[in-house]
């Protein structure tokens, strides 16, 4: 089981259903692919509620395919983390991921 270390946590209204490990963009829907997010949903939220995003720590994200331990990565067009390539870096992955859905622990600073 993997934990998460969280040292800022704040409240997102969404503006569609964000689910739990998914990247939140900034606009309160999912994150788009390559785009900057505000950090990672904590809980599942249906549309209009307040959703808690982990923007700073240890944080817990579904992977959109294999990842290797150590990889910058980036949202994809679901708010999954992918690896780094030409969009936004989001974090670094303390975990490999081996396929798509896999939860992973990433550091996301400022």
């Known amino acids: 089981m993997k934990t998460k270390q969280t040292v800022l946590t704040t409240s ?6 964000l689910p739990r490990h998914r990247f939140a963009g900034l606009d309160g829907g999912l994150c788009a692919a ?3 997010s505000l950090g990672a949903v904590a809980a ?11 923007v700073l720590g240890i944080c817990l994200v579904s992977s959109g395919g294999a990842i290797a331990a150590g990889a910058e ?3 994809d067009a679901t708010g999954r983390a992918v690896v780094h390539a030409e969009g936004v870096s989001n974090g670094t ?3 490999a991921a081996t396929a798509a859905g896999d939860i992973i622990r990433i550091v996301r600073g400022i």
Do not use: Q, R, Y
């Open 12 to 17: 997102l209204l969404a503006l569609v259903d």
């Open 34 to 36: 390559g785009a900057k």
């Open 44 to 54: 599942d939220t249906e549309e209009g509620n307040a959703a808690p995003v982990d």
């Open 73 to 75: 990565v980036e949202s």
């Open 93 to 95: 992955a303390l975990d």
